[in-house]
């Protein structure tokens, strides 16, 4: 089992930054690959960035040159920075791992974009 927990949401402006931290109760480099999705009010979760083996990233269009998805093995710690952030990057952010074939996701933490 693997148990994430998710922090660093809050209220920003447009333009402004945030940085997501996703804590993992297993050594996240025994994690075939996690990310971050989010889910905006009235829409689908989507996939905003994974980071697999070998630092290997993927990002969403939408947030692809704006977000940074980074590791820290020895905090067992997935990072998100988010930078130039717009509203429509308003959502509650969820962290997710691959292990074992089984998804696990945290609770989420909530971004509000607005001035």
């Known amino acids: 089992q693997v148990q994430l927990v998710e922090s660093g949401g809050g209220l920003v402006q447009p333009g402004g930054s945030l940085r997501l931290a996703c804590a993992s109760s297993?050594?996240?480099?025994?994690?075939?690959?996690m990310g971050w999705y989010r889910q905006a009010p009235g829409k689908q979760r989507e996939l905003v960035a994974d980071?697999?083996?070998?630092?290997?990233?993927n990002y969403a269009d939408s947030v692809n040159g704006r977000f940074t998805i980074s590791r820290d093995t020895a905090k067992n710690t997935v990072y998100l920075q988010m930078n130039s952030l717009q509203p429509d990057d308003t959502a509650v952010y969820y962290c997710?791992?691959?292990?074992?074939?089984?998804?696990?996701w945290g609770k989420g933490t909530r971004v509000t974009v607005s001035s």
């Open positions: 997710n791992a691959l292990y074992g074939a089984m998804n696990y």
């Open positions: 297993r050594d996240i480099f025994s994690i075939y690959r």
């Open positions: 980071i697999r083996s070998g630092d290997r990233t």
